[in-house]
T-cell receptor
């Protein structure tokens, strides 16, 4: 069964550093998403991406964040200058489009900012 | 009012028991509803979509009451492997999914 994959599984970085989290969505899916989950809290939407542009973003997704689909398979989330409060699990998800509503999640990247 | 509200639990039930979880949502324009399960420190996994007429998938039955903005999940014949957090998820007719905080289920032998 096709799956969303994410790398790395765990990233430790120092405050102020840039990080790039990588995702490979399910092949032939058209919609891509990033969510985050701070430890002990609910899953929160960050951004959605379709047809090579952002289609929706949350208040969390400020100027420090950016997304890119650099090629036909990868989807990345960049945090330019990490803060302690960016420590969380970051999940990538994809959706096939064509009226389907379900989103399928990758295993996540645990980001620890020290 | 929270966008999606769930009883956090935990619900501790013996194997074989029937257990029900409830969820309410605040946006009456919401169009799509789901139950996901999440194991500790893992990703949310889609359990089932919830349709207006109610739907069943094996031991799992989901119901939607649009008038009351209420969603339920019933699990029959609980298994040890059902121990997880069950997430009520709503799509408010945009791209994003809005998650509840989840209801924790612990099934014991």
């Amino acid at each position: 069964e096709p799956e969303v994959t994410q790398t790395p599984s765990h990233q430790v970085t120092q405050m102020g550093q840039e990080v790039i989290l990588r995702c490979v969505p399910i092949s032939n899916h058209l919609y891509f998403y990033w969510y985050r989950q701070i430890l002990g809290q609910k899953v929160e939407f960050l951004v959605s991406f379709y047809n090579n542009e952002i289609s929706e973003k949350s208040e969390i997704f400020d100027d420090q964040f950016s997304v890119e689909r650099p090629d036909g398979s990868n989807f990345t989330l960049k945090i330019r200058s990490t803060k302690l409060e960016d420590s969380a699990m970051y999940f990538c998800a994809s959706n096939p489009g064509q009226g389907a509503l379900e989103q399928y999640f990758g295993p996540g990247t645990r980001l620890t900012v020290t | 009012r929270k966008e999606v509200e769930q009883d956090p639990g935990p619900f501790n039930v013996p194997e074989g028991a029937t257990v029900a979880f409830n969820c309410t949502y605040s946006n009456s324009a919401s169009q799509s509803f789901f139950w996901y399960r999440q194991d500790c420190r893992k990703e949310p996994k889609l359990l089932m979509s919830v349709y207006s007429s109610g739907n069943e998938d094996g031991r799992f039955t989901a119901q939607l009451n649009r008038a009351s903005q209420y969603i339920s999940l019933l699990i029959r014949d609980s298994k040890l492997s059902d121990s997880a957090t069950f997430l009520c998820v709503v799509n408010p007719h945009t791209d994003k999914l809005i998650f509840g905080t989840g209801t924790r289920l612990q099934v014991f032998p």
